[in-house]
């Protein structure tokens, strides 16, 4: 979908359209929440962010500059803003046995264990990020968005989001490396 057609769709969603909210949740639910709960690492606490970014998008449609962002960026900046006011208001999240339980599960009895393992000193590497970093290097390479985007999500200039991602790549090396060698 093209910035046309999402700032025609937000407009009918300014003046009560619940067909439109319905593509735009759809188009932008699944994006959201991979970067929701890869911040949080906590699921419950990811999907109230989605679900308040969304409810945001529903009351503030009206808003929405499509000239100034993408609707995609808009929604990551609202979205990010909630994780960051979530991080003042809870502390730093750890991750839980329940959530490799289900890690584990989704994996299935076939799934490779060596992976498995990879993946979650990755995540784990990654929850030890300070947050701009993490933020930066999650907008970025999961979420496939421009240092542009970012840039503007995370509220810094493109040089000093591309100096995040360069310190977020070097420290999560570094834990890597360190868990490794131990």
């Known amino acids: 979908m093209d910035r046309e057609q999402e700032a025609l769709l937000v407009g009918r969603v300014a003046r009560g359209d619940r067909a439109a909210f319905a593509l735009l949740v759809e188009q932008h639910q699944r994006p959201l929440s991979s970067y929701a709960r890869r911040m949080l690492s906590d699921v419950s606490a990811a999907d109230d962010i989605v679900q308040e ?7 503030r449609a009206a808003s929405f500059n499509s000239a100034a962002a993408r609707l995609t960026t808009w929604l990551h900046n609202i979205a990010h803003n909630l994780c960051v006011d979530s991080f003042r208001r809870n502390a730093r999240m750890e991750f839980t046995d329940d959530e490799a339980r289900l890690e584990s599960v989704s994996n299935g009895p076939d799934g490779d264990i060596e992976a498995m393992e990879s993946a979650w000193r990755v995540r784990r590497a990654l929850q030890a990020l300070p947050e701009r970093q993490r933020s930066a290097l999650l907008l970025c390479h999961y ?9 503007k999500i995370v509220e810094v200039s493109v040089d ?13 090396k570094e834990e890597l490396l360190s868990n490794d060698e131990s």
């Open 53 to 59: 970014t969304f409810l945001r998008l529903w009351t």
């Open 143 to 151: 979420q496939g968005l421009s240092n542009r985007d970012a840039a």
């Open 160 to 172: 000093a989001l591309e100096s995040l991602l360069a310190r977020a790549r070097r420290r999560l």
